[in-house]
């Protein structure tokens, strides 16, 4: 089983958790933004796959996230971005990026993230910012 899928916008990483006190007792909450992008990203899997991996299996994740161009670049430094010669360094981080994914799609794509035993990071830059996410199911023989 393979699943594909596209989310349209610039990378985001998943946020810190904010901390507050209500009648003395902590109370952790997740950031507007991020759970802004995490019902994003579970729409677009529902949307362009909808495909649900079974309780058991191992699954393969792979992200590609693409960052804009900044518009104040030399069109030698954009060409070598868009020949991946020059990739991004800056936020949000690779694991940040790969954890907003995995954890919108818990419930959605798999059971739980626990299910996924290999996973791959890679950032570049594009013409059009995305995010690309594969799952596949490891088979076992």
């Known amino acids: 089983m393979r699943a594909e899928v596209c989310i349209y916008g610039e990378p985001q990483g998943k946020g810190r958790p904010k901390f507050s006190t209500v009648c003395g007792h902590p109370k952790a909450r997740t950031p507007e933004k991020t759970v802004i992008y995490e019902n994003l990203v ?54 940040n990026v790969c954890k907003v994914i995995c954890d919108s799609l818990n419930g959605v794509a798999y059971r739980d993230d626990t299910q996924i035993v290999d996973c791959m990071v890679r950032k570049f830059y594009g013409e059009v910012p995305r995010v690309l996410v ?8």
Do not use: C, N, W
């Open 42 to 95: 579970q729409t677009e899997y529902r949307h362009q796959s909808g495909l649900r991996f079974p309780d058991d299996a191992m699954l393969d994740v792979r992200v590609f996230a693409y960052y804009a161009i900044p518009k104040s670049i030399s069109k030698k430094k954009r060409q070598a971005m868009l020949d991946k010669k020059i990739r991004p360094t800056k936020k949000p981080d690779a694991d």
């Open 134 to 141: 594969t799952i596949e199911d490891i088979k076992t023989d």
